[in-house]
């Protein structure tokens, strides 16, 4: 298990995240203990745990939405965070895109405007972007569906429009947070294939956080096995399974079947 | 289909109305065909324009004077937790307060004309809009802000293009729920004091034992009701297009 080979990206250092104790619950809740990783540059993370186990406080912090209770936080080696550093900024200067469970589409926005509304907010609308995200909304098959609303796509359709929103203003890292989880098994496959596609164009550094073991394993180049909380890594797994990868195939992979059987074991 | 409905409902009341009117005499309850005759010559007259146009001048004015600031302040305040959160407690008691009650101090303030009646209404307006946008304000997604602020929106685009649109809807519901009001407060206003105004011109004919003239009064009032909620919805409608009706999302949905 060779993780050293690229200078780490992003690196995350003894994190933890800590609720202070209120009336009626006697002692603090300590969600996240002492949590450690470090992803390398264009580098396609999984990270699967329990659920319950912390991981969208995890994505919460390096997407700094959320302040950490201990531990730091860098990017490209600069300390982007730490429990004393000032006041949080969101996304760190649009360096680090967010796809959460949710779609968070804006309802009263068509999908065009929706997809181009970061660009609009870092002023970086120009022609040239919207050709690049219109090749983007062809590739996540989403073309001819520019002028509906949120409320008249699948759920499906919402996800990709919300996974295009994210790399169409190119965030050299993204963070996802179980976005197939509300989808029904067809869907995810499609959109894992459609991901992985988009993925493969521009290699992307992608932390993506899931309780699903087949997930993780179709999409990584490394699955992080988190414990129950207070969550820290336990254990990480290499996924050797050539690109670009057959996800109607994947189970029959060789190596695919002893994988899952050695997370499943560390999960329990 | 529905318009017929509605004629139905509407044959319905008015047999009712007539019925009530046979069973304890036309002395008390006028019939709907005495009440249009009335109706009809009231306004060829000109006195329901006359009195009309002072009550809705009222309204109108109130509306304004109280809906505006009503709406405005929440989304000032909304940043402002701690001056919000010491204000409330007047505010809560300002909205529970019987407006009505304060009549005779707008009377001595204002005097009999329209100022009191204006007064009235704005008091009353004021607190409804404040309350049902400031539960507008409070219902705005947090995750929608949270995200547009990882991809780089600012204050200013996040209020103008998340809170305003969230709460937009709740404005519009607190105005409508505002317009009857403010034309029943005004009419208070006139029926406690005044020389003129349909609570006026009820007031006067329930002096003269005119039932008929009470009638024509309240069907001016729920006419001019009526038409100003149609006015509100289609200006909501206007503004709010992108709220799905059940038409659309059956078609989305047959078409996936």
């Known amino acids: ?268 | 289909m529905r318009t017929f409905d509605r004629i139905a409902v509407l044959v319905a009341l008015l047999a009712a109305w007539h019925a009530a009117s046979l069973y304890f005499g036309a002395q008390w309850i006028t019939t709907p065909w005495v009440t249009a005759q009335a109706f009809w010559r009231a306004l060829m007259r000109g006195d329901l324009w006359h009195h009309g146009s002072y009550t809705l001048s009222a309204a109108v004015l109130g509306f304004l004077i109280g809906g505006i600031p009503g709406a405005g302040l929440p989304f000032v305040l909304r940043r402002m937790h701690t001056l919000r959160a010491v204000l409330d407690p007047y505010l809560v008691a300002g909205y529970g307060a019987p407006k009505v009650a304060l009549t005779p101090l707008f009377i001595i303030w204002f005097g009999i004309g329209l100022a009191s009646k204006v007064a009235l209404v704005a008091s009353v307006v004021f607190f409804l809009v404040f309350f049902v946008t400031s539960a507008g304000l409070a219902s705005v997604d947090q995750k929608l802000i949270a995200a547009a602020r990882v991809f780089g929106a600012d204050a200013r685009l996040i209020a103008r293009e998340i809170v305003w649109p969230s709460a937009a809807p709740y404005v519009f519901t607190g105005l409508r729920i505002a317009a009857p009001y403010a034309i029943g407060t005004a009419v208070v206003g006139e029926l406690i004091s005044s020389n003129r105004g349909l609570g006026y011109s009820i007031q006067a004919a329930a002096t003269d034992f005119d039932p008929a003239g009470i009638f024509v009064g309240v069907v001016a009032l729920a006419l001019v009701v009526t038409g100003l909620n149609a006015a509100l919805g289609l200006l909501e409608a206007r503004l709010l297009s992108w709220r799905p009706d059940d038409k659309t999302v059956e078609r989305a949905q047959a078409a996936f």
Not at chain 1, 169 to 187: N, R, S
Not at chain 1, 240 to 258: E, K, N, Q, S, Y
């Open chain 1, 1 to 268: 298990m060779d993780m050293k080979a690229h200078a780490p990206f992003l690196e995350v250092e003894g994190l933890a995240k800590r609720f202070a104790a209120k009336a009626g619950r006697g002692e603090s809740l300590s969600v996240i203990e002492d949590l450690s990783l470090s992803v390398s540059e264009g580098e396609f993370v999984t990270v699967v745990g329990p659920s319950g186990s912390g991981k969208s406080t995890l994505l919460n912090m390096l997407a700094q939405i959320d302040r950490p209770s201990a531990g730091s936080v860098r990017l490209r080696g600069e300390t982007i965070l730490g429990p004393q550093s000032g006041p949080l900024v969101p996304g760190w200067n649009c360096q680090i895109g967010y796809v959460t469970q949710e779609d968070n589409l804006l309802p009263w926005r068509r999908l065009e405007e929706n997809i181009l509304f970061p660009l609009r907010a870092q002023g970086r609308l120009d022609e040239a972007a919207r050709e690049r995200v219109a090749a983007l909304v062809e590739l996540a098959g989403l073309k001819g569906f520019e002028r509906f609303y949120p409320s008249e796509l699948s759920g499906g359709m919402r996800k990709r429009a919300s996974l295009v929103r994210t790399l169409s203003y190119d965030p050299p890292v993204i963070l996802m947070d179980e976005p197939f989880g509300a989808l029904d098994a067809q869907t995810r496959m499609q959109l894992h294939a459609d991901l992985l596609r988009m993925w493969n164009v521009k290699r992307k550094t992608i932390v993506f956080v899931t309780h699903d073991i087949a997930e993780a394993i179709a999409l990584g180049d490394r699955v992080l096995v988190l414990s129950r909380a207070p969550a820290k890594v336990i254990a990480e797994h290499r996924v050797d399974i050539p690109r670009p990868r057959d996800i109607d195939h994947l189970v029959l992979a060789p190596g695919f079947a002893a994988l899952f059987d050695r997370i499943r074991q560390a999960l329990i």
